[in-house]
């Protein structure tokens, strides 16, 4: 992870396909990724758990398989 970036303190977005129950979603820092073009990602689930910070692009590319996966 970056120095500049914090956990704890920063703003998550849950995924839109969140249930209820939890289901196995993710996260996501938007501002952090349009500030740095690296993008926080963590389990919904844990969110005290790991942090993966990837590129930008890569997270688009994440999405894109998702959605064509209808995941």
């Keep these: 992870?970056?120095?500049?970036?914090d956990a704890r303190t920063a703003v998550w977005v849950k995924?839109?396909?969140s249930g209820p129950e939890g289901g196995a979603c993710i996260e996501w820092v938007p501002?952090?990724?349009s500030l740095t073009g690296t993008v926080p990602?963590?389990?919904s689930k844990r969110p005290s758990g790991?942090?993966?910070m990837v590129s930008a692009p890569a997270f688009a590319g994440l999405?894109?398989?998702a959605r064509s996966a209808n995941l």
């Design 41 to 43: 990602v963590r389990d």
């Design 15 to 17: 995924s839109t396909h």
């Design 50 to 52: 790991p942090v993966l």
């Design 63 to 65: 999405i894109t398989l």
């Design 1 to 5: 992870m970056t120095s500049d970036f």
């Design 31 to 33: 501002a952090h990724a």
